[in-house]
């Protein structure tokens, strides 16, 4: 193959390849970090629960009533994830609350503060929830996520965080 054929096939092949890469609708954001928390490691009493109406058809969360009202039911769940652009980065995350002593969870990163995430908005259904109070600090490189469970009963679909660059609010399934 001569050296101008193999610059050619290479040409095409990268325009195939981004032609692919467009139709996936996969667009490379480095100020935004997609966390599906059911593909974490999970400690009991949190658990993976099938749903057609969540993200990647699972979801995390506990049952309900597995604790006296007014206990944290505990349970955890890990996931690690990479950071392209450091600073300060937005919690979105997409839950449904079962009631109003089932609508929270506490969120961490590494060996930061627990954070409450919750305790407001709609119940009984699918929506995105903004952690307020707090932004997350983060370089580039691996960091771990920690969903803590708070009250039994709610649910937790995915997690997305938004460099404070980048104002998009997430919305549907996917975010
Ligand atoms: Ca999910």
């Known amino acids: 193959m ?5 610059l050619k096939v290479l040409g ?4 195939v390849c981004l032609a692919a890469f467009l139709a996936m609708g996969v667009v490379a954001d480095s100020k935004r970090i997609d966390i599906e928390p059911e593909t974490g ?5 949190m658990k993976v629960y099938k749903s057609d109406a969540a993200s990647g058809g699972k979801c995390v969360g506990t049952a ?3 604790v006296p009202q007014g206990q944290e039911c505990g349970g955890t769940v890990k996931v690690t994830f990479t950071v392209a652009t450091s600073g300060n980065y937005i919690f979105w995350g997409r839950a449904k609350w079962l009631d109003d002593c089932g609508d929270s969870f506490y969120v961490q990163i590494d060996e930061g503060q627990k954070r409450v995430f919750g305790e407001h908005g709609t119940e009984g259904q699918w929506k995105w929830f903004k952690l307020t109070g707090a932004k997350f600090n983060l370089s ?7 969903i803590h ?3 039994d009963g709610a ?3 995915k997690v997305i965080l938004l460099h ?3 104002g998009y609010v997430p919305q549907g399934k996917s975010g």
């Not at 001569?2 to 193999?6: A, E, G, I, L, S």
């Not at 095409?12 to 325009?15: G, P, V």
């Not at 490691?41 to 009493?45: E, F, I, N, Q």
């Open 12 to 15: 095409l092949l990268s325009a």
């Open 164 to 166: 404070e660059s980048n």
């Open 2 to 6: 001569t050296h101008h054929r193999t």
């Open 41 to 45: 490691l999970l400690k009991a009493p």
């Open 149 to 151: 469970g708070r009250e």
């Open 140 to 146: 580039a490189g691996t960091h771990t996520l920690y």
């Open 64 to 66: 309900d009533k597995i």
């Open 155 to 157: 649910l937790l679909d």
